[in-house]
Nanobody, 124 residues
Framework: QVQLVESGGGLVQAGGSLRLSCAAS????????MGWFRQAPGKEREFVAA????????YYANSVKGRFTISADNAKNTVYLQMNSLKLEDTGVYYC?????????????????WGQGTQVTVSS
């Protein structure tokens, strides 16, 4: 079993920055990808970014490319999402997720473990 705990969300003005963290415990060594997804009110959950646990290859949604950076500290079993130049449309609940097999990083249904989510609110 794997537990994922997100932190770092909050309220920030447009143009500002936030850093999210996701600490994994349990069978973290089983991770193939760690990903971040978000869900805005009334919208479906969408892929934001992912990182391959071994090797560190990163993947981004077009909407966040150049503004967000995903990174991992394998020794701490922790993945981060640095969010810069935040926009109003970045508002939502951000979820950390773990996938233990290769494949499409944007497919939320393929991630076996999820955190409880952390709220990010960007104001004007």
């Amino acid at each position: 079993q794997v537990q994922l705990v997100e932190s770092g969300g909050g309220l920030v003005q447009a143009g500002g920055s936030l850093r999210l963290s996701c600490a994994a415990s349990g069978r973290a060594f089983s991770a193939y990808y760690m990903g971040w997804f978000r869900q805005a009110p009334g919208k479906e959950r969408e892929f934001v970014a992912a990182i391959r646990w071994s090797g560190g290859r990163t993947y981004y949604a077009n909407s966040v490319k150049g503004r967000f950076t995903i990174s991992a500290d394998n020794a701490k079993n922790t993945v981060y999402l640095q969010m810069n130049s935040l926009k109003l449309e970045d508002t939502g609940v951000y979820y950390c997720a773990l996938r233990s097999s290769p494949g499409s990083v944007i497919d939320a249904t393929a991630y076996e473990y999820w955190g409880q989510g952390t709220q990010v609110t960007v104001s004007s």
